[in-house]
């Protein structure tokens, strides 16, 4: 079968670094998503890697290791307002995205 | 504002009603999406719309019947629900449902309530 783990929960302080983990066993690979999910709204779109390294976009940084299976998403700075869920998805050799259950970060001053 | 909508926010049905979810998307793209998000758990893709014909269809209970009348509008027509059906049902497009990198954009959802 197909499946993403990642952690329920993870706890970090305002200003502090915190990295994610994403690990994945998937029918195929065709590239991997972050998104952020605040309580109560829509999912929105943090990242894309499909070839292995590091993407870096201000604050926020995704990670990819296709041999290992692996991701992670490092946010830097941590602020108040990062406190949201953070989902890791894998589109697979069909081109549908696999979700996690998402990642609840708690940052606390 | 992630320029998709979704109507109503909250719905509180009976096991017995009939009620209509709606979805809107002014980005011009061609896919639509229904997700199941229920609390701790992956999302659960549940319909797929590419140029308004259904190209997925994850085992979902004919309960849950979808419509797509344009690329712009998806309906999600519910009816004899089961309590186990309640959760937060969101809404996204992309601009094709193909492809490696397309992100989809997700609408704010409905949080559903089966009594």
């Known amino acids: 079968g197909q499946n993403i783990d990642q952690p329920t929960e993870m706890t970090a302080t305002e200003g502090a670094i915190v990295q994610i983990n994403c690990t994945y066993q998937t029918s195929g690979f065709n590239g991997l998503f972050w998104y952020q999910q605040h309580a109560g709204e829509a999912p929105t779109f943090l990242s894309y890697n499909v070839l292995d390294g590091l993407e870096e976009k201000g604050r926020f940084s995704s990670f990819l290791s296709r041999s290992k299976g692996y991701s992670y998403l490092l946010l830097k700075e941590l602020q108040m307002k990062d406190s949201a869920s953070y989902l890791c998805?894998?589109?697979?050799?069909?081109?549908?995205?696999?979700w996690g259950a998402g990642t609840k970060l708690i940052i606390k001053p | 504002e992630t320029g998709v909508t979704q109507t109503p926010r909250h719905l509180v049905m009976g096991m017995t009603n009939k009620k209509s979810l709606k979805c809107e998307q002014h980005?011009?793209?061609?896919?639509m999406y229904w997700y199941k998000q229920s609390a701790k758990k992956p999302l659960e893709l549940m319909f797929v719309?590419?140029?308004?014909?259904?190209?997925e269809n994850n085992s979902v209970p004919s309960r849950f019947s979808p419509e797509c009348p344009n690329s712009s509008h998806l309906f999600l027509h519910l009816h004899t629900l089961q309590p186990e059906d309640s959760a937060l049902y969101l809404c996204?497009?992309?601009?094709?449902?193909?492809?490696?990198?397309?992100?989809?954009?997700f609408g704010p959802g409905t949080r559903l309530t089966v009594t």
């Open positions: 998805a894998v589109k697979d050799s069909n081109y549908q995205l696999i």
């Open positions: 996204a497009s992309s601009q094709g449902s193909g492809g490696d990198s397309y992100e989809q954009y």
């Open positions: 719309y590419n140029f308004k014909e259904q190209t």
């Open positions: 980005l011009g793209h061609n896919a």
